[in-house]
């Protein structure tokens, strides 16, 4: 019963290639965010969503796409990987004005 | 725009000894304030909110707006506090989630 999962837990691809991570919550909260957080275990937001309007956009590259089918999935999808997109990416989600609730990232790794 | 900083990438402290997270923020309305942890490997959690002022795990922390900060507080610090703690900020009714550097705790035994 994890409230926020995402898969796969942990991405091994190389340089170049298109990859795609999932996320759902099952909490019927209404915005949903993806962060990055590097080896310095900086957090970064990336995307955050809320009623399937992207409502922030931190200048990340437009390599990074999220992807939300609906209330309770946002993926990410990188195409043209690269060396420093190695990290690990976590999903997050919240109702408005309350704790985000992360799940257990997903470790990607470009060799 | 609102900020966290968190001034120590890293704290040391051994068992036993009081423990201080230090945290500042700059927000010109009035924001929430929240306290993240995440121990090795693991996903981030929610360890306190400063409108629910309640103690978890012992720690604590209080909202100072005169010095704009939300410092997290342990009297006697345990090994297993040893994690990454993040502050972050909520302005705007959430629209507008910041988090900070993050501090690193090592509690030695």
């Known amino acids: 019963d994890t409230a926020v999962s995402q898969t796969p837990k942990y991405l091994v691809t190389q340089m170049g290639n298109d990859k795609s991570i999932k996320c759902e919550q099952n909490l019927g909260h209404d915005t949903m965010y993806w962060y990055k957080q590097d080896s310095k275990k900086f957090l970064k937001i990336m995307f955050s969503y809320n009623n399937k309007e992207l409502i922030i956009n931190e200048t990340v590259p437009n390599r990074f796409s999220p992807k939300s089918p609906d209330k309770a999935h946002l993926n990410l999808h990188i195409n043209s990987l690269e060396l420093g997109d190695s990290a690990v990416y976590f999903c997050?989600?919240?109702?408005?004005?309350?704790?985000?609730?992360f799940g257990d990232g997903t470790r990607l790794s470009i060799l | 725009a609102q900020r966290v900083t968190q001034p120590e990438k890293l704290l040391s402290v051994f068992k036993g000894a009081p423990v201080e997270l230090k945290c500042n923020y700059s927000?010109?309305?009035?924001?929430?304030l929240f306290w993240y942890v995440q121990y090795s490997r693991q996903r981030l959690q929610l360890l306190l909110r400063?409108?629910s002022r309640e103690s978890i795990k012992g720690f604590t922390a209080d909202l100072n707006k005169g010095e704009t900060s939300f410092h997290l507080k342990k009297p006697f610090a345990q090994e297993e506090d040893s994690a990454m703690y993040y502050c972050?900020?909520?302005?705007?009714?959430?629209?507008?989630?910041?988090f900070g550097p993050g501090t690193r705790l090592s509690v030695l035994p």
């Open positions: 400063h409108i």
């Open positions: 997050a989600s919240s109702l408005e004005g309350q704790p985000q609730h």
């Open positions: 927000y010109s309305g009035s924001p929430e």
């Open positions: 972050a900020l909520s302005a705007l009714r959430g629209q507008n989630f910041v």
